[in-house]
């Protein structure tokens, strides 16, 4: 399997382990989600910003979208299993926080610690 195949059945294994559809997926990224799509059937490739995108929503390494960390991918879905336990609120919230900028983030870590 070429890097792209390994890439098209990652990104197709994380949306479906987080419980997602494609057009949820899409949205979070701001793309369209027959964009999204192509790259789910390996028709194209993502372009290195959006991969840094997917593996921020996911909440992996890019390396692990390509299936070379495999330790990583089994963390990755044993959290994921977890994920599909929350209400979609949380769900919600949670992947609008991984698509914060790493400040953004810290900041609202050190909220939620004041509480």
């Not at 299936?67 to 994920?83: G, V, W």
């Not at 609008?96 to 004041?114: G, H, I, M, T, W």
């Amino acid at each position: 399997m070429n890097n792209k195949q390994l890439l098209s059945a990652t990104l197709k294994q994380y949306r479906r382990d987080l419980g997602l559809t494609q057009e949820q997926v899409a949205q979070a990224l701001h793309i369209d989600r027959s964009t999204y799509a192509y790259y789910e059937m390996g028709r194209s490739s993502p372009s290195l910003e959006i991969a840094a995108k997917f593996a921020t929503l996911f909440g992996v390494t890019i390396d692990a979208l390509i299936c070379r960390n495999t330790d990583e991918l089994t963390d990755s879905r044993a959290l994921n299993e977890d994920f599909r336990l929350l209400r979609k609120d949380e769900q919600s919230l949670l992947l609008r926080y991984r698509r914060l900028p790493a400040d953004s983030r810290d900041d609202v870590r050190k909220y939620v610690e004041e509480l």
